[in-house]
Each structure stands twice: as C-alpha cells, then as structure tokens.
C-alpha cells in the first residue's frame, strides 16, 4: 500500500527513531509499504519516519550496477536495514547532491565520507556486519540519518542554508502534516 510520505516541517521527520524488536507485528506489511511508497515516488531509498512509522528500518533500492548484492531477497526489490549503527567512517568526504521524498524540490550537495562499516538487522532480523562504498554509501548515510532525526539540509552549511530557507518555509505550510 503506498503511504504518505511526510513533507519537511513534520515533527518525526526531526525526531530519534526507536529501535525495533524481533516481535514487532507487522514488520512485512510495513517493509512491502515503504517499497510501495518509495517506487511510486521513484525514490531510491525510504526510512520508516517519513511515513510516520518512527522505528529504525530503512530500505535501499539503488541500481544493480551500484549494488551487486542488490538482490537481498526474494521478496523485495532492494535492501532492508533494522537496528542500523555505523562503526566507522572513512575514504575520503566528497560533495555529491542529493534529493529527499520529504523535501520535494530541492536538491542540495552535502559532503559525506565515502566509505563506511555498518552493524544492522535485514528483515529476518538476521545480524550483519558490512562495509559499504560510493553511492551506496551515501544513500545508507542519507538514509540513517532519517533515523537520527537529521535531514540533508541539516548538512549543509550555512550560507547553502540561509538559501534554502525559503524553500523550506514553503513546505512547512504545505498541507501533508499528518503528526503534528
Ligand atoms: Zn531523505
């Protein structure tokens, strides 16, 4: 079922998710959802947040030539992460743009190390231990950082932010503010 994708200016977009655990009911329905919603909107990663659901789940659906291990599973078309925690950082930091379903219209560059390790559950709630690089990297980063309550335009500096202000006051007044 495709979900409403929250729109900058709601407050889960700006909050903590909470951890998931292994008896959490309906976790496929909520996983085959957050595909739904994020192929509808041609995006290429979801976190559970920007549909109101404020867990630690994301999903990831980049192409297969950016990820071989792509196909994770049977079921779905990309990806799932729970529980996600990112041991180390490294490579070097590289400026790339990047968009977000809850920021419609707005693409910024946001700098951000190019490799990176991660600890986190698939959807069996099976533990794994990753190393990830390139674009994938960068949309696990933009992805976990949903989960922290951080957003890309909470990236950039200041003079990039004073020029996004206007943009973003604009979508605040947007009418798709369903946790307020
Ligand atoms: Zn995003």
């Not at 900058?8 to 085959?32: C, R, T, W």
């Amino acid at each position: 079922m495709i979900r409403t994708v929250l729109i900058y200016g709601d407050a889960v977009l700006k909050q903590p998710a909470a951890e998931m655990s292994k008896d959490f009911a309906g976790l496929p329905e909520l996983i085959q959802d957050m595909f739904d919603t994020m192929l509808h909107h041609k995006g290429i990663g979801l976190a559970a947040p920007q549909i109101g659901e404020n867990h630690q789940l994301f999903i990831v659906a980049p192409s297969k030539q950016i990820d071989p291990f792509f196909q994770q599973n049977d079921r779905w078309p990309g990806r799932v992460f729970i529980n996600p925690v990112i041991l180390d950082q490294g490579g070097l930091f590289k400026s790339m743009p990047e968009g977000c379903l809850s920021i419609p219209g707005l693409e910024v560059s946001v700098k951000r190390p190019t490799h990176i390790r991660m600890q986190y559950l698939d959807h069996l709630f099976q533990p794994h231990e990753e190393s990830f690089s390139g674009v994938l990297a960068r949309v696990i980063q933009h992805e976990y950082d949903h989960l922290q309550g951080i957003l890309m335009t909470d990236r950039i500096n200041g003079f990039r932010q004073r020029s996004v202000q206007g943009h973003l006051r604009r979508l605040e007044k947007t009418e798709t503010h369903h946790s307020k």
